[in-house]
């Protein structure tokens, strides 16, 4: 949709935080003592850097695994 309306995503940005459920989070997501939650702040952008989507997600930590590749631009270090 977004490429649609003429703003094609062109570099997402994840942050990823591991913090204390608030309690409306632990009763959603059925957790049981002392669970923490993984917290992503998604950003999308598109053409000249603007940002075209924000996404808050909030997951049951001890369900996921994450994981991240990178490529090195410039060459990559030892």
Not at 9 to 17: A, F, H, L, Q
Request: no cysteine.
């Amino acid at each position: 949709l977004l490429t649609d309306l003429g703003h094609p995503p062109r570099r997402s940005t994840d942050r990823v935080s591991a913090r204390v459920p608030t309690q409306r989070q632990y009763q959603a997501l059925h957790l049981t003592s002392s669970m923490p939650v993984l917290r992503t702040l998604r950003v999308v952008h598109s053409d000249d850097d603007r940002p075209v989507e924000v996404t808050v997600m909030v997951k049951a930590g001890h369900l996921y695994e994450l994981q991240y590749e990178f490529t090195g631009e410039g060459g990559e270090e030892a």
